[in-house]
């Protein structure tokens, strides 16, 4: 069994920047991939970001694409993701998740076997 815990979520005016982190317990990942998803107000969950973690290789979503940045530090088993040029629709609960499955970059939600509970993120204008 995996446990997933976010934290770093909070409010930020647009423009500013935070840091999620996700810290994993239970299993040391040495295969599979962790990523980020996320669900705005009156939304469904969304991808976001993946990091496949025995290569680091990432792959995000086109709407935060070179402004997020998802990295992972293995000796800690958590994983991050840095968010700059933040803007108000970036408003939601960000989830971290692990996948088990053999995929390059999963991002569909039922390729994701672990789910953290998720922490808010408001980015205010």
């Known amino acids: 069994q995996v446990q997933l815990v976010e934290s770093g979520g909070g409010l930020v005016q647009a423009g500013g920047s935070l840091r999620l982190s996700c810290a994993a317990s239970?299993?040391?990942?040495?295969?599979?991939?962790m990523g980020w998803f996320r669900r705005a107000p009156g939304k469904e969950r969304e991808f976001v970001a993946v990091?496949?973690?025995?290569?680091?290789?990432?792959y995000y979503a086109d709407s935060v694409k070179g402004r997020f940045t998802i990295s992972r530090n293995t000796a800690k088993n958590t994983l991050y993701l840095q968010m700059n040029s933040l803007k108000p629709e970036d408003t939601a609960v960000y989830y971290c998740?692990?996948?088990?499955?053999?995929?390059?970059?999963?991002?569909?939600?039922?390729?994701?076997?672990?789910w953290g509970q998720g922490t808010q993120v408001t980015v205010s204008s």
């Open positions: 998740a692990a996948s088990t499955s053999g995929g390059i970059a999963p991002s569909r939600l039922n390729e994701y076997d672990y």
């Open positions: 239970g299993r040391t990942f040495r295969s599979g991939a």
């Open positions: 990091l496949r973690w025995s290569v680091a290789s990432t």
